[in-house]
């Protein structure tokens, strides 16, 4: 079980923000982040824990090992505000964090 | 260009079945595992099953083992969802993902279909 937080936040343009998510037991680092906007299909952004996608802007970025993992905006952009979601790969029967709202304060 | 495409989805009537498709063009669609997640209405994201490259290994999440079967056809660069006894949580977006990643380590979904909306409703 992968359990994110906070399910959702506020932040301004240009704010670091970071979101957590936790296993429920050791994953090593299975662990992949994905970006969701309203109406569209999820991007992946980060994967094998802290392996940034090809495409995807520096100010993303990744970190963690075992049960705790990061995904950290270094500086917020307008196109940033979405729905993000961790994802373990460790285990054959993959499942997905809840899911964090960033949302525009 | 890359791409995943869905088709099949619809309204059904509760203990109904439904056949899911997804037509992959632009990459070598038989040697990648593939996956179907779903996203009910307000929801987040929940994988819904994978098979391998060859269709040797295939997994279900516990929620619909039993009742969908996932499939695959290479010679036409397809996937399938094959869902019976329909309940009305099941009805979601339902999302085709290629599989993707030098190592295990490594394996995520980096393409997504548009996906495609299965309603279950009397």
């Known amino acids: 079980q992968m359990t994110q937080s906070p399910s959702s936040l506020s932040a301004s343009v240009g704010d670091r923000v970071t979101i957590t998510c936790r296993a429920s037991?050791?994953?090593?680092?299975?662990l992949n982040w994905y970006q969701q906007k309203p109406g569209k299909a999820p991007k992946l952004l980060i994967y094998?824990?802290?392996s940034l996608q090809s495409g995807v802007p520096s100010r993303f970025s990744g970190s963690g090992f075992g049960t705790d993992f990061t995904l950290t905006i270094s500086s917020l952009q307008p196109e940033d505000f979405a729905t993000y979601y961790c994802?373990?790969?460790?285990?054959?029967?993959?499942?997905f964090g809840q899911g964090t709202k960033v949302e525009i304060k | 260009e890359v791409q995943l495409v869905e088709s099949g989805g619809g309204l059904v009537k509760p203990g109904g079945s439904l056949r899911l498709s997804c037509a992959a063009s632009?990459?070598?669609?038989?040697?990648?595992?593939m996956n179907w997640v779903r996203q009910g209405p307000g929801k987040g994201l929940e994988w819904v099953s994978s098979?391998?490259?060859?269709?040797?290994?295939?997994y279900y999440a516990d929620s619909v083992k039993g009742r969908f079967t996932i499939s695959r056809d290479n010679t036409k660069n397809s996937l399938y969802l094959q869902m019976n006894s329909l309940r009305a949580e099941d009805t979601a977006i339902y999302y085709c993902?290629?599989?993707?990643?030098?190592?295990?380590?490594?394996?995520?979904?980096?393409?997504w279909g548009q996906g495609t909306m299965v309603t279950v409703s009397s």
């Open positions: 993902a290629r599989e993707t990643g030098d190592s295990a380590m490594e394996n995520a979904f980096d393409i």
């Open positions: 632009g990459f070598t669609f038989s040697t990648y595992s």
């Open positions: 098979l391998d490259y060859s269709s040797s290994y295939i």
């Open positions: 037991r050791s994953i090593s680092n299975y």
């Open positions: 094998a824990a802290s």
């Open positions: 994802q373990q790969n460790y285990h054959t029967l993959r499942t």
